[in-house]
Every structure is written in C-alpha cells, then in structure tokens.
C-alpha cells in the first residue's frame, strides 16, 4: 500500500469552480498534514499545514483532515487560471520516532480553464 | 519574506564526477533537508540535519552522499561519484525551533537540476 495516495489528474475546472483536491495515508501515527503547490519545473511551495480534525481555512484555501479515515482534503474556491499547478500532499510520519521527514503523494494536477 | 536559496540553478556534470550542491536556509531555522525529484516522480526525503549531524537519513542516502554545514550560512549536499540515475531535482529545506523539535513547516528552496551525462 502506497503511503500517500493521490488522484494524479488531470483535474480541470472552469474558472471560478470550487476544485476539489484528495489524499490519503495509511499511516495511522502520522500527526501532521501539508499541501504544497508545484509550478512546472519549480519547487514546492507551502500552502497549507493542518494538524486536527476538521477545517481550517485560509483565504481561498480550505484544508479538511479526518483521521479516522486517514483522510485529508483540499478546497480552492473561485478557482483562477493562477491556480493551475500540481498540488502535493505531504504527510510529516511520527512512526519510529521520526518527525522529520515528509512524505510526499505523487501530486494532482489541477488545470484551471478561463 | 525570507526565502532558502540555492546553487547552481543547474549542474551538469559527467559520471563518476564529485559534485556539491549548496544551500542558504532561512536565517533563523536549524534544522535543515535534502530532498530530490527526479522528473516525473514524487518527491523524496533524502537526510535531515540539525545542531552539526545527521537526524535521519533514508535509503536513498548511501556512502556516496554527504552533508555539511561549512560555515554559519551554509548547508551543502556533496555527491562523491555520481551516477546517471542521480539526475534529478535536489531541493534544499528548512525548518525553524518547534516546542519539541523542530517545527513541521518546512520551506523549500528554489532546486538545483543536476544532470549526470
């Protein structure tokens, strides 16, 4: 089983869609979850980190974590052409004492069409 | 905003040749990463840093990789002999002091591509 799962895409919306982004983990132990967005040819860019259940919004980004289905989503509202990149959940593994290292899913594509 | 940076933008190099890669983390983080993408891959962890040794390091990071913190700016990432299957993105990170270790938040710099020909 892979350790983050992701959609590889591609995902397309119309601009001003809500995009809908998922990922999960099979680690249960894993405590903290991180999307990261990735231009072509760039390097990861921090978005947004979620540590409990629930939401947690930042502008127009909201994270969703459940735990319990080792689960962790992504929202973008009012989806902009800016917004197309490949999106990379990562999850921070606290098995075996490590709390250092990212895991990274492969990444979702998500192209916003005007 | 503070940003990691890197050097060179990208390397190319020939098989079996040493190459070192550097990185400037953010000034006021201390634990510092490797990772590398090779294209078209995920991202993976190559070796975590903090206070002058290795935190942890995965399989991918054998005898031929080092690290090192020359000075107080630098982190390097030196490849003894590489290979061609070492071409890939190699991205610096860092993180600052959290309440227990270090912080979850890690921030990558921009990458260096080396290419092993």
């Known amino acids: 089983q892979k350790e983050v799962e992701q959609n590889s895409g591609p995902l397309s919306v119309p601009e001003g869609a809500i995009a809908s982004l998922n990922c999960t983990y099979s680690?249960?132990?894993?405590?903290?979850f991180f999307w990261y967005r990735q231009y072509s040819g760039k390097s990861p860019e921090l978005i947004m980190s979620?540590?409990?259940?629930g939401d947690k919004e930042d502008g127009r980004f909201t994270a969703q974590l459940n735990k319990a289905s080792q689960y962790v989503s992504l929202l973008i509202r009012d989806s902009q052409p800016s917004d197309s990149a490949t999106y990379l959940c990562?999850?921070?593994?606290?098995?075996?004492?490590?709390?250092?290292?990212?895991?990274f899913g492969k990444g979702t594509l998500l192209t916003v069409n005007p | 905003e503070p940003e990691v940076t890197q050097t060179p933008s990208h390397q190319v190099t020939q098989m079996g040749q040493e190459v070192i890669l550097r990185c400037v983390p953010i000034?006021?983080?201390?634990?510092f990463y490797w990772y590398r993408q090779i294209l078209g891959q995920k991202v993976e962890f190559l070796v975590s840093?903090?206070?002058?040794?290795?935190?942890?390091k995965s399989e991918i990071f054998d005898d031929q990789f080092s690290v090192e913190r020359p000075d107080g700016s630098n982190f390097t990432l030196k490849i003894r002999s590489t290979k061609l299957e070492d071409s890939a993105m190699y991205f610096c990170?860092?993180?600052?002091?959290?309440?227990?270790?270090?912080?979850?938040?890690?921030?990558f710099g921009p990458g260096t591509r080396l290419t092993v020909l």
């Open positions: 990170a860092s993180s600052e002091v959290g309440t227990s270790g270090p912080s979850n938040e890690q921030f």
């Open positions: 680690d249960r132990v894993s405590q903290s």
């Open positions: 979620i540590y409990s259940n």
């Open positions: 990562a999850v921070n593994k606290l098995s075996g004492g490590s709390n250092y290292k990212l895991t």
């Open positions: 000034s006021n983080h201390l634990y």
């Open positions: 840093f903090y206070n002058n040794e290795i935190s942890e």
